[in-house]
């Protein structure tokens, strides 16, 4: 029997043994079943609470004089809904305006005016838009391996890059630009990250790592790789395209980015850690709770962190006190769910699973 | 974290040709909730292998809905957003509960096995396939469940799992292919879908 036929009979006899355990309970039920356990949870979270936060009162006491006077006053409020249509899947901001990914096409916004400027077709067809920097978009084909360099003005093809490899069809590629070169983690069988030399638009340097990278982030000093679900971030230095440190961080972790000194990781379980790039150590751990917690997207404006989770709510975090400083949902009462983030031009664009770029003011 | 789309009910949807905006009539949460209820327990058997685990992820998935019932019951596609909470839970829900899984796993083999030979057999099957599938890389699964268990086009499983239409059908290609290696199955790739 053929794979496909295979696959189809156990995915049928599946949604037969699931009826099989019975018919569907009482949703009442099920809510006073997990309240019950939510409380039970609670009562031994308190109780570890009041134990270390009677050790930390004594160590904040003697901290006193050291403590952060500056927080923002606001969470800010959404300042526009920008109405572009079809399947928005990534947000892209930088100088020179916002980059929306628009089915097979890359859309520009300029921040002044909340318009549509520019529509530009994604070449080769299947690319996904991964970064923007050193004055171009920077395309993943995920299918061939490849880098794809286009200017932003004109839409055209400045250069394509292969990874080592590439051929062979990598599961994932991800991409960030930072320390005078453009990052490409891929996932082809325990690979690692590749530097790309934007003056030459060629690989510089491969750096091999013991797991599966998943997403990454690079200020001008460092270079921080996931990996899902290893519980290791791993810290390259640019300056010897070396692995400089393996740094334990929260198993399932699946966004980070740069900001005030730090990375900061998302993780699944709804937390943001804070690492210091310096000692190679989880610096603080900030709670963002609720339900569907997984911390799905994280961006900064060097001044804030900004999380959104797979509930479709929108955190603002303080980097110098750690703490979450507002919160709220952002996608409007239309109904959408938040597909991805990104830190522009005085604003936090955010698209949204019905076709809408939403602007949120972090002044406003 | 990319993208969007996903499966529309056409008897809940109004679709105003104008502006290509679409309006869904809101649906009760109880009849969301039964109608749903076992897909995503089959869903959350596939990517945990526990029924256990996979009925706790289902009804975690269902409480967050009903707590935000009132904006998701807007969307297009209430169902690709509960299980897109699912499939992203099932993650950490498998590494939480993998050995108690691993136990309650075996006694409901053993209830299976004095219930129904044939039954337990299929489940047999279904478990060494499910087995094989959340051994390859977390999207890859994900993917290839939705694909077996729902049947959706790729461009409906991108929606649900928040990437690009192209980058399912490269996950599906490779993990089909891995998959079929591991099984001994032809693996049939006439498409990358």
């Known amino acids: ?364 | 974290m990319i993208c969007s789309g996903g499966r529309q009910r056409r008897d809940a949807v109004m679709s105003d040709p104008s502006d290509q905006l679409v309006y869904r009539l809101p649906e009760p949460f109880e009849r969301f909730y039964e109608r749903e209820y076992h897909s995503l327990v089959g869903l959350g058997y596939a990517l945990t292998g526990s029924w256990p685990a996979a009925e706790d992820l289902a009804q975690e998935a269902f409480l967050a809905a009903h707590q935000a019932w009132q904006r998701i019951s807007r969307y297009e596609q209430p169902g690709a957003w509960v299980r897109r909470v699912a499939a992203n839970r099932a993650v950490s829900l498998r590494r939480r509960q993998l050995a108690e899984a691993r136990s309650l796993l075996r006694l409901a083999g053993r209830r299976l096995l004095g219930a129904d030979a044939d039954q337990s057999q299929q489940a047999e099957e279904a478990a060494d396939f499910w087995r094989a599938v959340r051994g390859l890389p977390r999207r890859q699964a994900q993917a290839i469940a939705l694909f077996y268990l729902e049947g959706w086009p790729t461009a409906e499983i991108a929606g649900v799992l928040g990437c690009s239409d192209a980058t399912v059908r490269a996950h599906l290609h490779k993990g089909r292919r891995t998959l079929a290696r591991r099984l001994g199955a032809e693996p049939e790739l006439g498409g990358r879908s």
């Open chain 1, 1 to 364: 029997m053929n794979l496909d036929s295979r696959g189809r009979q156990v995915g049928q006899v599946t949604r037969q043994l699931a009826e099989a355990r019975g018919p569907v309970p009482p949703f009442a039920l099920v809510r006073r079943r997990h309240r019950r356990r939510a409380w039970r949870q609670a009562a031994l979270v308190a109780a570890a609470v009041i134990t270390v936060a009677a050790v930390v009162t004594v160590q904040l006491r003697q901290q006193a004089s050291e403590e952060v006077t500056s927080r923002p006053r606001s969470f800010g409020r959404v300042a526009a809904s920008i109405r572009i249509g079809g399947q928005l899947s990534v947000v892209r901001a930088d100088a020179a305006g916002v980059w929306v990914q628009r089915d097979r096409e890359v859309v520009r916004v300029d921040p002044r005016t909340n318009q549509v400027t520019a529509r530009l077709p994604m070449n080769p067809s299947g690319s996904d838009l991964g970064a923007v920097g050193d004055g171009s978009l920077w395309l993943t084909h995920i299918a061939q391996g490849t880098v794809t360099r286009v200017d932003p003005a004109t839409g055209r093809t400045v250069a394509t890059i292969g990874v080592p490899g590439g051929d062979n069809a990598p599961v994932s590629m991800s991409m960030a630009v930072g320390a005078g070169a453009v990052w490409v983690d891929y996932d082809l069988g325990g690979t690692g990250v590749v530097r790309i030399d934007p003056a030459t638009n060629t690989v510089a340097t491969a750096v091999k790592l013991a797991n599966t990278p998943a997403g990454l982030a690079a200020s001008d000093r460092a270079v921080m790789v996931l990996t899902s679900e290893s519980g290791v971030a791993y810290q390259i230095d640019p300056a010897t395209n070396r692995v400089a440190a393996s740094i334990p961080v929260c198993r399932g972790s699946n966004a980070v980015a740069y900001a005030a000194g730090a990375f900061w990781i998302g993780c699944d379980e709804g937390q943001l850690l804070r690492i210091d790039p310096v000692t190679h150590r989880v610096a603080a751990t900030v709670g963002l709770g609720g339900q569907a917690g997984s911390a799905g997207w994280v961006a900064v404006d060097g001044s804030v962190v900004w999380v959104a989770n797979l509930g479709d709510t929108l955190f603002r975090v303080d980097p110098q006190s750690n703490t979450v400083v507002g919160s709220g949902s952002v996608t409007g009462p239309a109904g959408s769910y938040i597909t991805d983030l990104a830190v522009g031009p005085g604003a936090v664009w955010l698209t949204t699973s019905q076709g809408t770029l939403v602007r949120f003011d972090p002044d406003g």
